[in-house]
């Protein structure tokens, strides 16, 4: 009987060395683990390329020639080495820079190799980087691949080719290893999911994902593994969100009071928009339930988070409870601070609290103290708010604003920590016991995230959106321009300013080049105050003291100055209503969620506002193609999903620094959106149609659910 959960290496042609590169390098400990190695990439074998027809911008090619010399060149970091490699028809340069010290043995002159590869041209030579290379005889004995035309070609690391384990000898292990399997693989889903979403059978998509028949195969074996990864993954999270509700009870605030409609009737500075007002009815909905609220809040920039999340605060207030904000940084902690005390001025027995690190000593035991006694009804901080030593008298609602700065880990310490803590203590007062209340939690996030992420990353939280901006702003204006033109965008500054608006310059700050960069602010900065004498020019980055800073940005919010040259740091937050120009300075090195942000800085008076993304005149394809969504929309949303499409989620802001708690074998969050939503909707069916997760036709999916639970931590997800 074959046993998925075999070791390695028992597998014929394995043995103890190889048994050890497969699980140091690529994590095969059993023989599950082995079929579930997925190519990361299919050849149509007929097809072996000349070297001369060969350019640097084809995708990855095959040839079969030999190498003609070896050698090393070049110091340290730089070092590598190249093998002159030609078919007849020409040459290319076969490129190591890793494992060194056993490529000149394992490859040898005079010898015919097939090489596959990334073709590139550097310094007009024709040249592939780490190549695969293998010899031509290599796939002659896998019977596998006979059939078909298609060569499944397996990551490997140098280590392993090393080994003589390139992707040809993975293959052929794989191929014995299906040589083992006399019957079908049993199925992974109920048969039912199957049928509905007319799933290629398991053990049929397994084989052809190594050993593809024909191309439509392929794409049937692909999309029921990508099925089968998501499905498990909506599974466990809807279920983790299910439990969650029904085993937590929650705080229940039954009562809008005198603060909220003191607030609401007498000190509202605009009327709500209607889609404020829909998301703050469906936040109460949930705060009165009887369960743990967990609602991601999710507005484009300007939307008006602040309001909704004072006026949900009012309510936790009026029911007894303190409210905690968290910002990502001081200054955004600063400004909530100023802008929710200032709304809450006319209300004097409501007092408000700043926590962040620079509040030390006394002030700090001051304000500690009063939130064990009660006095302090909202604290606005930093993760200082999470720190060991911060203590609620009764903590309700936490608010964690600009959520994608906070990463898992501090949320988690948030849920492990804090409000845990406080939760038991909501027990004791609530005199209930047995049951843990925690407070609800609201999560505010300017960064559209695209549906498909948001029901991987948050798929266990409930989502309102504000999906309207408050009445009278203009759409932004966004052009694009090139930095020789540097006169044009001042000719254009001069006008804005002659009509009285002030502008924003922004320079990119990133830790590697920050030397170089706070060089080139400063730079700017002299060139505009030469360029603008009658003007006043204030400048803000972060190697400022924070006096300085705050001294610097108050002059720009209050008009003294009309042109404010700074880093990021005024990315989220900042308003200035007068504000009607941005200039983004070297545009393209900043993520298109990112440059969303800074345009939004300005826009938010009823003038008409512009956007000026500066870039360097050489762009790659991607850049360009970034920029250009950018002039083209203002829709946060479709920006966030253009840029999902052309970078993958890995490098979207956000995911990066929230981390996915999960790595994805097949499945590509970007382009498998709906296969998703299909897995979600199974899953969803599976747990309404089963409850009681018993009935044996689903008996293999919830074992296997059992099985994965262990190896996720599905906590830190949400
Ligand atoms: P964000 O959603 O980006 O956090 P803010 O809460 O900072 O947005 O609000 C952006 C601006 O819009 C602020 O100046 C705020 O006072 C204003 N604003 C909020 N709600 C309304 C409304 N209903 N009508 C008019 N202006 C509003
Ligand atoms: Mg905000």
New binding site residues.
Partial sequence: MFNPQTEIKFLSGVGPQRADLLEKEIGIHTFSDMLTYYPYRYVDRSKVYRIAEIDGNMPYVQLVGQIVSMEAIGEGRSRRIIGRFSDGTGFIDLVWFQGLRFIGKAYKVRTRYLIFGKPTVFNGKLQINHPDIETVEANADIPEIQGGSFRPHYHTTERMKKGFLASSAVAKLIGNLFRLITEPLPETLPQWIVDEYHLMPYDEAIRNIHFPSSADTLRRAQARLKFDELFYIQLGILRYAQNRKQKQGGLIFKTVGHSFNTFYHDFL?????DA?KRVIREIRQDMRAGFQMNRLLQ??????????ALLCSLIAIDNGYQVVIMAPTEILAEQHQE?ISGLLSGMPWLRTELLTGSVKGKKRKEILDSLISGNVNILIGTHAVIEDGVQFRNLGLAII?EQHRFGVAQRAKLWDKRIDAAGEQATSQNGESGKILLPHVLV?T?TPIPRTLAMTLYGDLDVSV?DQL???RKPIHTIHQFLKHMDRIHEAMRTELRKGRQIYVVYPLIEDTEKMDLENLEEGYQQLREAFPDYRVSRVHGKLKPAEKDAEMSAFASGETQILVATTVIEV?V?V?NASVMIIMNAERFGLSQLHQLR?RVG?GAEQSYCVLVTKYELSETTRKRIQIMVDSTDGFEIAEADLKLRGPGDLEGTQQSGMAFDLKIANIARDGQILTYARTAAQHLLDSDPAESSPENKTCWQRLAQMHSDINWGAIS
């Fill in positions: 500075p605009f009327p709500l928009t404020q507005g484009d920039v300007g939307s008006g988070k602040t309001l909704v802008t604003d505010m300017a504000i408050p009445p009278g937050g308003n209503p939004g938010r």
